[in-house]
């Protein structure tokens, strides 16, 4: 058996969920040039992985980096985020959560 999830194929900023499971949610995000997520903490265990472009993010009180096509990044939960889209036209960006953040408010 299987399921199939779609996600948007645009060019105009985008944050949608495309999975919302306990076992894991799957988000998708398209961000322009200069566009931040708001600042937040992980609310599970999470990997962004860079799709197109470029991400920077400042975890905690770290430096700012940058990270570029290809990469994969692992945020621990309950790790402050500022997430944002400095240097290109346009970046996509899929998170995974796993488990899902519903599990962490069920402890």
């Known amino acids: ?8 194929l645009t060019d105009k900023k985008t944050i949608e969920v495309i999975v ?12 322009p040039k200069g566009d931040c997520l ?9 990997y962004m992985i860079v799709a197109d472009g470029e991400i920077t993010l400042e975890l905690n009180d770290s430096d700012p ?3 570029k096509k290809g990469s994969i990044i692992n945020i621990e939960y ?23 953040p519903a599990k962490y408010i069920a402890v």
């Open 78 to 100: 309950d790790t402050l985020m500022n997430v944002c889209n400095s240097t290109c036209e346009r970046t996509e960006l899929f998170v995974v959560k796993a488990p899902g």
């Open 38 to 46: 708001p600042v937040h903490k992980a609310n599970s265990n999470v």
């Open 65 to 67: 980096v940058t990270y």
């Open 20 to 31: 919302n499971e306990d076992v894991v949610m799957i988000n998708h995000m398209i961000l």
């Open 1 to 8: 058996m299987s399921k199939l999830f779609n996600y948007s």
